[in-house]
């Protein structure tokens, strides 16, 4: 209010002109509850303060939140922006009633309240000092709750809309509220008495019926032109008072565009102001505002304005476009007021001036394109009406590089693999196709630049991994294609031999050699049939290893096999082997020799045993020629006293009969010894009348002394037979 009578206090002195940047208004303060006044527990809850401040300037202001009428938060801000309080995850504690105050430069405008609850109690009784006002000027109620004690919350109605709220701690409130419309005001009150947690409400007070009487006073707003309007057209607006007579004081006139404040102005002069117009919108509304105290009195007009030309849009030709590459950009405005300006007379220009495009026509500008991003704007201007187009932004496309082709891991003969392809340069997106020889396989792929494209393959032979290849295209004139795929295969394990050389002979050294057919490096293991455990494990880059058992035994007889596997991580095991350790040579000699040695001995043992028996059965034969046959136990003795004497030779006994020349004597080692006794022609022995002789000597030597035995002494004393 201050301001206000400062500011019309500069106004009627004409001594300068009236600094515009200084003088603001507050046209109005909302408050609003969202989402809603009455909402559930947990129930995210926002105060927005709304405040229309019409100024030149960007000001300061400071924002007041009541609850209750107790200050609850306040912040400075200079930003246009609605002032949000939160509530988040509202409780009962958080009911109330709530307002918004904005204060700018001593100026201040409270909101209306707005509640989250309503609760009330016996009837209250409310007065005011008068029942006729005018408008600007307010009326003084009391509202009285006879008979009640406590905390009370008060609350005023106008035509049952609640303006005003008041706390005491008595049970009556007095305010003066400020009535601005024209016509009956129905106001009556409520109270609240809080109890602890809980709230009573009362009934409804009686009604009190204040009229509130019109200014004779009013704003008054003309525009010329008012039909027809183009932009670029002069504008003269108008604001001033009607019914103005020197008793009305403390008057001020505002002259405003939306919340652009253009002029201000006295009681005593007119505000007239002259502008061209431009098209921001559509249509264009004006206010004249008249102040009288805490009354605001507006009048509002509208006008159309029709655009000159629209707003330029500026596009490339290509669509895209790739680094130093020709283009085109073209720089129009689809609307043109022709009744009012030529084609000849709009003009456009690019933005920045150094554009690296050389005009080709109107609006149309051809070059090429740069390596690095850059931004163009358009300008295009008509009988000083400038408008600019949005900015496009030209990031021109980098040429797809040649792929390259790989593999994510060791691709293994027979089992799905993945094949990856992938451009280092070149904008996206990136077309990757894949090929085996000149059959593509499957669809394109489409991707972002910096991700690979894949697709899953299986393949049987080797040699097909070299005809995989990989093409990229990102919309540029040439597809690129990599290189044939080139990398290892791993084929799997088959075929396990186990092979064991030399022949397993004790004491040797024996090798048992695992070879397989697949890709090195191959892990081989051997294993010994009754054992859990491998006996070795190596890994070779060959396809073959062996294992060494040096010093055979008998101990390492036994079932064999071996296990092999590579990075296809497949094991194969080999067929059983059966080792059987045979005897060394030089003990199969030894063994040979003693054998022959015992049986050389059995032999002569045999002999000696046969030739002993031999000569007691030839003994027994002469025995029965010459002599009578002993009793057993004289034969036994006979025996027993011949195999513990000395050997003697025995002499053939002949008959006086012609010598036969074919008999050959046999021999027993160096000695002639003859056993056979001739017999007579028909087989009984040939007796001699005095017997026969049983030894001589038939060698020509001198007859040893003769030996006999204790059984042919009875002998002794027969001839001697002569040849």
Known sequence: ????????????????????????????????????AAVRRNTNVTLRCQASVISLAQLNREYTLYKDNSVIYNKNTSSKEDFLYHLPEARVSNNGRYKCMVRIMGQEMTSKSEKLTVTGMSPPILHADKSRTTEGEGVTVRCLAPGETGSFFFYFYDNSSEIHDEHRNTNQAEIKLPLSDIGAHMIHCIYKVFIMSESVTSDESN???????????????????????????????????LGFNQSHKGMNLLLNQGTNLLSVGNATAAIEYNMMVEATAPTLSFDCRLTVKNLIKVDTKTIRVTELFSVPQLIMSPPEVFQMKPMTLICKSQHVALERVNKEDLTYSLDPAEHFLTP???????????????????????????????TLTINPKVPVSVPSIRVADWPILGESFRIFCQSSKGSGPITYSFWKGKTQMGTPIIKSFGQPAYISVVINDVKEINLFTCKANNGGEEEQQSAALDTAVIEPITNPI????????????????????????????????????PLKVTTSLSNNSNYQ??????????MYYCEADNRANFKVQSDLVDVEVRMALWKKALIGGVLLLVASLLIMVSCVLYYKHRRVTLSSAVDSVWSERKPEADIDEEFSTVSIEPEVEYTEVVHPRSADPDRAPQKKGTETVYTELQNSPHGAVDHHDYGSVKYAELNGEQPETSQYHAGVDDYSDLPVPVD
Request: charged content about 20%.
């Open 498 to 533: 186990l092979t064991v050389i030399p022949d397993p002979v004790e004491g040797n050294d024996l090798y048992l050699i695992c070879s397989v057919q697949g890709t090195p490096p191959v892990t081989f293991r051997w294993f010994r049939h009754d054992k859990e455990t």
């Open 549 to 558: 058992i040096t010093g055979l035994s008998k101990e390492y007889s036994g």
């Open 360 to 390: 080709n026509g109107a609006g149309i500008f051809s070059g090429r394109a740069l390596k690095n991003e850059f931004n163009y704007t358009c300008i295009a201007e008509a009988k000083g009406i400038r408008k600019r187009s949005g």
């Open 1 to 36: 209010m201050d301001l206000l009578l400062l500011l019309t206090s500069a106004l009627l002195c004409s001594c300068g002109p009236v600094n515009t940047e200084s003088v603001f208004q507050i046209a109005s303060v909302t408050l609003s509850i969202e989402p809603r």
């Open 207 to 241: 009604t009190v019926i204040v009229t509130v009487e019109e200014l004779s006073i009013k704003p008054f707003l003309e525009i010329s032109p008012v039909n027809n309007i183009y932009e670029g057209d002069n504008l003269t607006i108008k604001c001033s008072i």
